[in-house]
């Protein structure tokens, strides 16, 4: 729609005068309310963790509410996520998590993160190795939690928006330790 559209094009003019023409033109504010959160997570992700908080307190404002007071919150969260920077990056990460886990159902569970609830469990191997990331001054323990299969997979790669600036520096850490670890090995 052009509100989506508005909204997805950063422009908080065009994305209110949209939403504006919708609700005169009869259609259900919790509809619109529907759509924001969906683009708030969709479109901006965690380049702004808050956009989706704010559609949700839109959507729950509105209920509360009702017309024609809740739709200023549907308009406030149209501003926000309008002006919000946008990443689509957790979309496309989950649609090819999504698409790995249809192609590799029977992958197994590395040993070493396995519950083992039972002696025969832990006779097997299970949790043998598990290293807890609290236990180490840098809550960071780099293990494979992935299947062997899909160990080197990247699903999610942050983008250079918002607190995902912020994701792409944790992870590189991240990396660095590993290698680090490897390199030691």
């Known amino acids: 729609s052009a509100y989506h559209k508005s909204l997805r094009?950063?422009?908080?003019?065009?994305?209110?005068?949209?939403?504006?023409?919708?609700?005169?033109?009869?259609?259900?504010p919790l509809y619109i309310?529907?759509?924001?959160?969906?683009?708030?997570?969709?479109?901006?992700?965690?380049?702004?963790?808050?956009?989706?908080e704010l559609a949700i307190a839109a959507r729950d404002a509105y209920q509360f509410l009702g017309s024609p007071e809740g739709e200023l919150a549907?308009?406030?969260?149209?501003?926000?996520?309008a002006t919000a920077p946008k990443s689509n990056r957790v979309y496309l990460a989950w649609k090819a998590a999504q698409e790995a886990?249809?192609?590799?159902?029977?992958?197994?569970?590395p040993l070493h993160i396995r519950n083992a609830p039972t002696k025969l469990m832990t006779d097997l191997g299970y949790g043998a190795g598990y290293q807890y990331a609290h236990d180490v001054p840098e809550a960071y323990v780099p293990q494979?939690?992935?299947p062997d299969e899909l160990?080197?997979?990247?699903?999610y790669e942050p983008s250079n928006f918002?607190?995902?600036?912020d994701?792409?520096?944790?992870?590189?850490?991240?990396k660095q330790l590993r290698e680090k670890v490897q390199a030691s090995s």
């Open 101 to 109: 886990a249809r192609l590799t159902p029977t992958a197994a569970v």
């Open 74 to 81: 549907i308009a406030e969260a149209a501003v926000y996520c």
């Open 151 to 155: 160990r080197e997979r990247v699903f």
């Open 33 to 52: 309310a529907r759509r924001t959160v969906r683009f708030a997570a969709e479109d901006i992700g965690l380049a702004d963790p808050r956009a989706l």
């Open 144 to 146: 494979d939690y992935l």
């Open 167 to 174: 994701i792409a520096k944790r992870l590189e850490w991240w």
């Open 9 to 28: 094009g950063s422009d908080p003019q065009a994305a209110l005068y949209w939403l504006a023409r919708m609700v005169a033109g009869g259609e259900d």
């Open 162 to 165: 918002g607190s995902e600036k």
